[in-house]
């Protein structure tokens, strides 16, 4: 590739680039050669702006954690409205896309990936650990509002609810679940802690 082409948003396009090769071929064939390919760019554009390949890494995992930070702000701004089970089935399509899956698939290969996260703070498998929090915080707030029993225990519902979600979308060769089944898994967590809606 020439390397006198300008790109702009390195960074992004960079990120969308590792993004798409690991959707399509898996965490195995993802190298920095791989990612720059894809992005058609030079080879060594990646590490004029990256000290190592899993520099590059962390920095995309924690871009995909700020996404989801931000995503946990508007779903529990949605609690009161809208159904529980409802709100929960689209906030876990929402979390666990394609994407993410891949994600946390890389981040279960790479043992020095998942050491140089570590570092830079994320504990457990991040991603998995942000969508956890995202759902209590909403669980809490639906509690709060009298939605949900007072004796839901959302610690156990919140890592609930992202395990089960997570095995109906890890297999990443076959279409996504559908949401039918997503919001049957959705209801059979939580359908305990429901309360009924008010007259």
């Known amino acids: 590739m020439p390397s006198g082409v300008h790109i702009h948003n390195v960074r992004g396009q960079l990120f969308a680039a590792a993004e798409r090769v690991l959707v399509r071929d898996g965490p195995e064939a993802l190298t920095s050669r791989a990612v720059t390919?894809?992005?058609?760019?030079?080879?060594?554009?990646?590490?004029?702006?990256?000290?190592?390949?899993?520099?590059?890494?962390?920095?995309?995992?924690?871009?995909?954690?700020?996404?989801i930070e931000d995503r946990a702000a508007v779903l529990s701004a949605a609690a009161g409205t809208g159904g529980v089970v409802e709100n929960l089935t689209e906030a876990l399509r929402d979390l666990f896309g394609p994407v993410t899956v891949a994600i946390v698939a890389l981040i279960i290969f790479r043992d020095g990936l998942r050491a140089r996260l570590r570092q830079a703070g994320?504990?457990?498998?991040?991603?998995?650990?942000?969508?956890?929090?995202?759902?209590a915080a909403y669980l809490a707030a639906e509690r709060e509002l009298g939605r949900l029993s007072d004796d839901t225990d959302?610690?156990?519902?919140?890592?609930?609810?992202v395990g089960a979600a997570h095995l109906l979308f890890a297999d990443r060769t076959s279409a996504p679940p559908r949401t039918a089944a997503i919001r049957r898994t959705v209801n059979g967590v939580v359908a305990g802690a429901l309360r009924p809606p008010r007259a």
């Open 37 to 67: 390919e894809e992005a058609n760019c030079a080879k060594g554009v990646l590490h004029r702006h990256f000290t190592d390949f899993d520099t590059f890494l962390t920095e995309l995992i924690l871009d995909r954690v700020h996404g």
């Open 154 to 161: 959302i610690d156990t519902l919140a890592p609930t609810l």
């Open 122 to 135: 994320l504990t457990g498998i991040p991603l998995v650990m942000q969508a956890t929090s995202a759902l």
